[in-house]
């Protein structure tokens, strides 16, 4: 059988980087509801919460000839359900990569690095409930 990668085959073969992987990614996983970013990893024990200009940031990749494991490092959102958040980013994630690239997304592994308290913050701020 022919190589997914392998589109243009009389004519040589495409390669699909793993920054293209790692971002797409990284677009799928900010979609879903309880995403509040990705995280770049704990530097002096604080997790930094990335924008939308480095959706790599927070994505380890491990591309093959026809598959691909994906390693994502999330912070959520306080009150949500983390299971459902997970099971939700894994689904979305394997998804767009296997369809937008073609490989066979073997593994979405989810790393939890920090909950998200703003929103609940302003929110009691805003009612006279806080500090």
């Known amino acids: 059988m022919e190589e997914e990668n ?22 799928a996983a ?21 924008g939308r200009k480095n959706l790599s940031k927070g994505v380890k990749v491990e591309v093959g000839e026809k598959e691909a494991a994906i390693d994502l490092y ?19 994630v ?4 296997q369809s937008m690239t073609g490989l066979n997304v073997v593994e979405v592994n989810i790393h939890v690095q920090g909950v998200n308290f703003d929103k609940e913050i302003k929110k009691e701020s805003e009612s006279g409930k806080g500090i």
Do not use: C, H
Request: charged letters at 20%.
């Open 6 to 27: 392998n589109i243009l085959d009389d004519y040589g073969s495409v390669k699909i980087s793993e920054e293209v992987v790692a971002i797409i990614a990284g677009i």
């Open 30 to 50: 900010t979609d879903v509801p309880g995403v509040a970013g990705m995280s770049g990893g704990i530097a002096g024990g604080i997790a930094e919460i990335l």
């Open 74 to 92: 999330i912070i959520v959102e306080f009150g949500a359900r983390i299971p459902e958040v997970a099971w939700d980013i894994q689904d979305k």
């Open 94 to 97: 394997k998804n767009a990569v």
